[in-house]
């Protein structure tokens, strides 16, 4: 355990990739949204601009591993010391982007829309639930973007480029096919319901099995994966 904290704060020295340029990227990504919204109608200034943060958390967990993993061993660390303070990384940072989204989304309801009838952190189900369920959703998805971009990297750094060769393609081509089935058979309105239905409780507790698959499979590449 010791050597995994050693591992996490060897992740968070760099506060660049973490805190400063997601912070930015939030920022910058909400002004824009701002711009957007005056030339438009009132009730329709929604947007999902906020999905940027969660896109570079997923880039951080790749640089994470990818730049992380090399150092890490050479420094003495043990695989699974490295995969487990990997994914104290992400649970920290995951926390603390949780609890920043929960505020900005009450300052944001509080300010009615920042004085614009605007919707940028608002998810749908956060109107009707409890503050806890409200953070516990957004840390998981946090978390799952995180995990995510680790097992990415460690495919990429046990496999190398023709993991990403053969994998993309292969996800499009598996992406296509569930789309052309779902077409065919007439069950997108099946699946909007589906989706409507989940409550922040039930979506949190399929990021969690979503995001313990890929740390299951994070773990399986980065065991096998050269010191070298």
């Known amino acids: 355990m010791n050597r995994a904290v050693a591992v996490m704060k060897m992740h968070l020295v ?27 109608d009132a009730d329709g200034r929604r947007t999902g601009g906020s999905v940027s943060t969660f896109i570079f958390v997923l880039a951080a ?5 990818i730049r992380g993993l090399p150092f890490a061993l050479g420094m003495g660390a043990t695989r699974r010391s490295f995969a487990v303070g990997t994914a104290m990384t992400g ?6 982007y949780g609890t920043l989204y929960l505020v900005l989304q009450g300052v944001e309801s509080l300010t009615n829309g920042w004085g614009l009838h605007g919707v940028f952190f608002d ?3 956060f109107d009707r639930s409890v503050w806890p369920a409200r953070w516990l959703v957004v840390v998981a ?9 680790t097992a990415i990297a460690a495919l990429w750094s046990r496999w190398g480029t023709p993991a990403l060769v053969i994998g993309g393609p292969g996800l499009v081509l598996l992406g296509g096919g569930a789309v052309a089935v ?3 058979q007439h069950w ?5 319901s589906w989706f409507s239905s989940q409550t922040p ?3 949190t507790g399929w990021l969690v099995v979503g995001s313990a698959a890929l740390a299951v499979a994070t773990w399986a590449s980065l065991r096998r994966v050269s010191a070298s």
């Open 61 to 65: 967990g790749m640089f994470a591993v």
């Open 91 to 96: 649970a920290v940072l995951s926390a603390a």
């Open 141 to 149: 998805a946090f978390f799952g973007s995180w995990v995510l971009g």
């Open 14 to 40: 760099d506060r660049l990739t973490l805190v400063v340029l997601p912070l930015g990227i939030l920022a910058s990504s909400f002004a824009i949204n701002v711009l957007i919204w005056l030339p438009m």
């Open 188 to 192: 997108w309105h099946q699946v909007g």
């Open 201 to 203: 409780m039930t979506s």
């Open 182 to 184: 779902l077409t065919w």
């Open 123 to 125: 998810w749908a189900w």
